[in-house]
C-alpha cells in the first residue's frame, strides 16, 4: 500500500530580482579640440589686442552629451524661481485678499449647489404624490404641506443664490488682481535668478585664472611662439661654424 504525502507548507514568497545599480555618469573629460583638419594645439589660440595686451582662447570639448545635463540644471534653476515666486506671491496684499475671500466663496457656492438640490427632490416629492393610485388618505392635507416645503426651500434657494451672486465679483475681482501681480513678479525672478547665474559664473572664471594664471600664461607663450619661432639660418649657423674652424 502507498501513502502519498501533501505538503501544506505556504511557498515562499518570491523575490524580486534587485535592480541594477544606476550607471556612473560619464566624466566629462574635457580636451582640446580644433575644427576638422587641425592639429590640437590649433584649439589654443593667442593673439594681441591694439595695445599689445595678450589674447588667448581656448576651445575644448568634452566626452560627455552636454545637452541633457543643460537641461537638468535649467529645470532645476526655473523650479527654484518657481518656488521663489510663489514665495513672493504670497507675502502680497492680493494674495492674502484672495486667500480671505476664497473659504467664504466655496461655503456660498456649496450653499446654493445644497438648497437647489433639495428644491428639486422637494419638488420631486410634490409630483409623485400629486399623481399617487389610488389617491393615499390625507392627500389634501400631505399636498399642502409639500406645497409648504416647496416654497420654503425654493426661498431658502433664492437666498442662497443671492449670497453667492453678492460674493462672487469680489472673489473673481480677487483673482485678477492676484493674476496682475504674477507677471511682474515672475520678471523679476528671473531677472534676478540670471544675476545670479552671471556673477558664479564671473565669480568662478576669476577663481579660475587665479588658480590657473601660471599655466594659462604659459599656454599664451607656447602658443604664440608658434608663430614667432624660426628656424636658424643656414647661413648664419654655417658662418659660426667655419669661424670655429678658422679660429681652432
Do not use: N
Amino acid at each position: 500500500m502507498s501513502t502519498e504525502t501533501t505538503d501544506t507548507t505556504a511557498p515562499s514568497p518570491e523575490v524580486p530580482e534587485a535592480a541594477p545599480p544606476p550607471e556612473p555618469q560619464a566624466a566629462w573629460d574635457w580636451r582640446p579640440y580644433g575644427r576638422p583638419g587641425e592639429e590640437p594645439a590649433a584649439s589654443v589660440r593667442a593673439d594681441s589686442w591694439p595695445e599689445g595686451q595678450g589674447k588667448l582662447t581656448l576651445v575644448a570639448v568634452t566626452a560627455r552629451g552636454a545637452t541633457f545635463a543643460v537641461q537638468d540644471r535649467a529645470r532645476q534653476v526655473e523650479e527654484q524661481a518657481r518656488s521663489e515666486v510663489m514665495t513672493l506671491l504670497g507675502a502680497t496684499d492680493e494674495f492674502r485678499r484672495l486667500a480671505d475671500l476664497r473659504p467664504q466663496f466655496r461655503a456660498a457656492r456649496s450653499a446654493d449647489s445644497d438648497a437647489q438640490e433639495k428644491l428639486a427632490a422637494a419638488q420631486r416629492r410634490q409630483e409623485v404624490l400629486g399623481k399617487v393610485t389610488p389617491p393615499p388618505p390625507g392627500l389634501a392635507s400631505r399636498l399642502v404641506q409639500a406645497q409648504s416645503a416647496v416654497e420654503q426651500l425654493a426661498e431658502e434657494a433664492r437666498q442662497k443664490a443671492a449670497e453667492l451672486r453678492a460674493i462672487e465679483p469680489l472673489y473673481l475681482a480677487a483673482q485678477k488682481a492676484l493674476q496682475a501681480r504674477v507677471e511682474p513678479l515672475c520678471q523679476e525672478t528671473h531677472r534676478a535668478v540670471q544675476e545670479a547665474i552671471r556673477t558664479a559664473l564671473l565669480d568662478g572664471l576669476r577663481a579660475f585664472f587665479e588658480a590657473h594664471g601660471e599655466e594659462l600664461t604659459e599656454l599664451y607663450l607656447a602658443r604664440r611662439s608658434l608663430a614667432w619661432v624660426l628656424a636658424p639660418s643656414a647661413a648664419d649657423v654655417a658662418r659660426a661654424v667655419l669661424q670655429d674652424a678658422s679660429e681652432g
